[in-house]
């Protein structure tokens, strides 16, 4: 079944209901489906048929359009960040050879389309030929023969090295949606996602949004007090986030306190802290945290209201099997460290072209996602770390995500991060980077102290550098490897 297929059919019941909403702009779901047929039929028309179409642009109608319109076709759609280095989007390019190129002009890493011999079809400006011009000469029609197995690729930030594509497939997708739907059990009658589309966390929800028949509220970019604007103007409003774009919402003065009817925290742990003040600040919105990944979709959630389990995950989702297993394959008793093995119908057909490196994650239909974890007596997922995060000070393994989670209780923290330095003695020296929240510093003793009434001893940072600000990933997180090549530029 073609995704889009379960967009489409809202036409014949609610043709003039609103499907997407930009600013002042909006589409109701009988003009997305003109829409998503006509650049359905001009990609046919241009001979494409399972063939790649990247899309360059930032949060806009127009990407809304062409990534559908691209997946009814039967053709796959390359989402591309525009916050990628021109090297790195020349190395996707290179990945996925596309046919056609999208692209939102304006960005410095502008491909080429002579070079990669597509066409390229811009949103505004010049050079290129002019979207508006091309969609308007067509006829809303698919033509479709047959579905495309791969729904879209996507790739990696390539922080640390080459981007790495991983393929969603139709079927993985639509069983998400019917995951998310029996565990949340929402009112989808409007969903925000103000993060960028390009990633998984806005895109999934926006998908669901309009496959529920929902009208989806599309941001340019993130900004708290917008959001909060749009939390008033829109009650009852369902909220994607990541756990950064919360705190920065808990900081933002707001009059009064819109109803959000809930929040669904994902793309990082979400502090213990942060979900107490979130308590108060959300009044009565609902609060969920889930985890997953890009290979393996939804796995678990938490009820923060419900579920008094600090520092889990959850229980996994209908349809989800998890196992924890060491280093042989043999699984674990609840209560060890292990490395976390996942197995649902939602997990990823496989990496784009990197046979050797898909059949490292899957073994005996398990997909190995390359955290350490455990679960308790109740079957509730904690979190133990990042296996390519893992610290090796002095023979014993150590994982910056328990440390961090600490240190975030203390008020003079803003924001941490844990690595791991060389160090002649220990092997690795943990190390803490710190972004104070106010005038007050701790001095490494002080954190020591705090650490060891949470921690074992060894667990507690030896070492503490003071930064005025984070880089971050695209998609909100601490760009871990920059950080730490930071810290070692300091330290030398």
Known sequence: MNLVESILRHVARTPDKIALSYGRQSLTYGELAERIKKVAWGLRQDGLKHDMVAILSGNRLEFVEVFLGAVYAGCVPVPMDPKWSAHEITAVMRQCRPKMIFAENGFPAMPCPEEHDARLIVFSGKPGESYAAWIDGLEPRAAMDDTNEVLFLAFTSGTTGTPKGYMRTHQSWIKSLEATEEAFQLDMRHISAPGPLVHSLSLFALVQ????????????????????????????????????????????????????????????????????????????????EYYGSSEASYISYLDVLADQKPNSVGKPFSGVDISIRDERFQELPPGQIGQLYVRSEMAFLGYHQLPEETAAVFRDGWLKLGDYAYVDQEGYLYLAGRAKNMIVSGGLNIFPEEIESVLL??????EAMVLGLPDEYWGERVTVLVKWSGRQRMSIDEIKSFCRRHLAAYKAPKQLITVERFLYTGSGKIARQAMKDYAKRVMS
């Open 409 to 414: 209780q203390l008020p003079a923290v803003e």
């Open 209 to 288: 949004s309009l496959c529920s028949g929902a009208t989806f509220h599309l941001v340019p970019s993130f900004d708290a007090g917008e959001v909060w604007e749009l939390c008033a103007r829109i009650p009852d409003v369902i909220l994607f986030v990541v756990p950064t774009m919360i705190e920065a919402m808990m900081r933002e003065p707001v009059c009064g306190r819109p109803r959000i009817q809930a929040l669904i925290s994902s793309g990082g742990k979400w502090p213990e802290a942060s979900k107490k003040r979130s308590r108060e600040i959300f009044g009565e919105a609902r609060l969920y």
